[in-house]
């Protein structure tokens, strides 16, 4: 059989056939490479070539490093050093079929790590359904969002724009509809796509969005944010502007940006870093959007909530118990007792009713136990239910919980533990959260409702609003439809809201 060929507007691309049948084409550079003083420069589409581009194999990855112990037990990770990491890779049915939907996939890594190549992430399963599969690579850590007086900003988002640009005109070569695009992002990635609905540049570049545990609401103020830039900078030595910074090696730039992360951790003072970059990264993420007033002019949440993309519909939800990925991955549980359970989450800014409430709804478990679910309410379910509930009355918006519990290392529903699930891919040996005994059904049907969403907008449940707030769970015993799952939980919320945090990482 021959290798698939597809000319796109920068020439021919030669992909492979997979072991489904499908077709996909790897590592397909969009833009210039983005090295030196240009890894701080704006994204530019990439020049014509003449041979046929050889996309057999993933491209390079944007700079980082791999996870640290414990959590690269957890964590795939993919790190491919290389001058093209600014590339995407696309799966499809069939390069001669037209019409098919498409999914553009942001991938998570809290903005300093992952790739389009991790083998989670294969698209072979949605495109056998019929649904073109685009993963992305983008600008990562200090490079992705730089605050400089020689650079644009938010670089990282100008790579997502650009890499959507570029389906708009080539995924039709592929056998996909680009006025079909359903943009979908987890953790990091979900935080993109929620910052590329708020932003106007992005408007008529897709169609509807899925949101997986990520919110609206880490975007910083650019001289707070700055301050990561700066810190980065002077660990080098050099002046911090693109100039500056574009000299140095790559692999000083990372060591430089982890040790300026940790230092953060450490010592997450809004007097330090500003007030926006703490609580827009909850004192542990170093990068994120910044409020810039050109490409980004808000905070995502609240321009959402103004109506920002509400022609599009929306699938949306978190897993039951996110925060257990560093609670238990991190042992950070084992730390907490009932004696100083409200004293640690009075570190992120719980006011102690909030507290109170989880511990009585909640009897007979652990304080590490409610920690990591208060925790997980405060970061990823209540600034999803918040988006969710801004948009009645906008184009229809789905909600999700994922709850099967992984039995590797007791760590539970956590977060990223759904990915498998959504691509299909269990089994894989990149699935490490899942492990062996993952149920294959519950993949099945979760597969199957964003498929269907790409191809309709529609998952299969009814959508979510301020009365019923109507939620899909996918659950050990196969997916159900409830009402108002936890409601007590997320009144509590509204009641009490959280003071900023003030030292989240101790």
């Given at each position: 059989m021959s290798a698939p060929e597809v000319r796109t507007?920068?020439?021919?691309?030669?992909?492979i056939t997979t072991s489904n049948g499908t077709a996909a084409f790897l590592g397909?550079?969009?833009?210039?490479?983005?090295?030196?003083?240009?890894?701080?420069?704006?994204?530019?589409?990439?020049?014509?070539?003449?041979?046929?581009?050889?996309a057999s194999a993933h491209g390079p990855t944007s700079l980082q490093g791999p996870y640290p112990p414990p959590m690269d037990a957890l964590l795939p990770s993919s790190v491919s050093p290389g001058d093209?990491?600014?590339?995407?890779?696309?799966?499809?049915?069939?390069?001669?079929?037209?019409?098919?939907?498409?999914?553009?996939?942001?991938?998570?890594?809290?903005f300093v790590r992952g790739a389009n190549s991790v083998p989670t992430y294969d698209g072979a399963a949605f495109a056998r359904d019929g649904v073109v599969l685009v993963g992305i690579n983008y600008r990562l850590?200090?490079?992705?969002f730089p605050v400089l007086p020689d650079a644009a900003t938010n670089l990282a988002l100008r790579d997502q724009l650009l890499a959507l640009r570029w389906v708009q005109v080539n995924v039709a070569a592929f056998g996909g509809d680009p006025a079909n695009v359903t943009i979908?992002?987890?953790?990091?990635?979900?935080?993109?796509?929620?910052?590329l609905m708020a932003m106007p540049a992005a408007k008529g570049l897709f169609k509807q969005a899925i949101i997986e545990s990520g919110g609206g609401v880490s975007a910083g103020l650019p001289d707070e944010?700055?301050?990561?830039?700066?810190?980065?900078?002077?660990?080098?030595?050099?002046?911090?502007?693109?100039?500056?910074?574009?000299?140095?090696?790559?692999?000083?730039?990372?060591?430089a940006q982890n040790a300026v992360s940790l230092d953060l951790v450490l010592d997450p003072r809004p007097e330090?870093?500003?007030?926006?970059?703490?609580?827009?990264?909850?004192?542990?993420?170093?990068?994120?959007?910044?409020?810039?007033?050109?490409?980004?002019?808000?905070?995502?949440?609240?321009?959402?909530?103004?109506?920002?993309?509400?022609?599009?519909?929306?699938?949306?939800?978190?897993?039951?118990?996110?925060f257990n990925l560093w609670a238990i991955g991190l042992n950070m549980a084992a730390a907490v007792t009932d004696d100083n359970l409200a004293e640690s989450l009075g570190r992120y800014g719980i006011p102690p009713q909030i507290v109170d409430g989880y511990v009585a709804r909640r009897p007979g478990k652990s304080a590490g136990e409610v920690f990591s679910d208060v925790i997980t309410d405060l970061l990823f379910r209540e600034p999803t239910l918040r988006i969710a509930q801004a948009r009645t009355g906008s184009a229809p918006t789905f909600v999700y919980e994922f709850h099967w519990a992984s039995p590797t290392q007791g760590i539970g529903a956590c977060h990223a533990l759904e990915l498998p699930f959504v691509f299909d891919t269990l089994g894989d040996a990149s699935s490490v959260l899942a492990g062996p005994t993952a149920p294959q059904e519950i993949a099945t049907a979760m597969h199957a409702a964003w498929v269907a969403?790409?191809?309709?907008?529609?998952?299969?449940?009814a959508a979510y609003n301020t009365d019923t707030r109507t939620t899909r769970r996918f659950a050990t015993d196969g997916p159900e439809t409830v009402d108002d799952p936890r409601g007590d939980d997320h009144r509590a919320w509204a009641e009490a809201p959280p003071a900023p945090p003030q030292n989240p990482a101790t």
């Open positions: 507007s920068a020439g021919l691309v030669r992909g397909i550079p969009y833009a210039e490479p983005a090295t030196g003083t240009a890894r701080f420069a704006e994204p530019k589409p990439r020049a014509a070539w003449d041979d046929v581009l050889d093209d990491y600014l590339n995407l890779s696309v799966w499809t049915l069939d390069p001669a079929a037209s019409g098919l939907p498409v999914i553009v996939w942001i991938h998570g890594g809290a850590g200090v490079p992705g979908m992002g987890e953790s990091a990635g979900g935080m993109s796509v929620a910052t944010l700055g301050s990561i830039t700066r810190a980065v900078a002077e660990k080098l030595g050099v002046d911090a502007t693109a100039e500056g910074l574009g000299a140095v090696s790559a692999d000083d730039l990372l060591a330090r870093w500003g007030a926006s970059t703490i609580r827009g990264g909850f004192g542990i993420m170093p990068v994120f959007p910044a409020v810039d007033g050109d490409l980004l002019p808000g905070v995502p949440e609240a321009l959402i909530a103004d109506g920002a993309s509400s022609d599009v519909p929306l699938l949306t939800g978190t897993t039951r118990q996110e969403f790409a191809k309709s907008g529609d998952p299969g449940w």
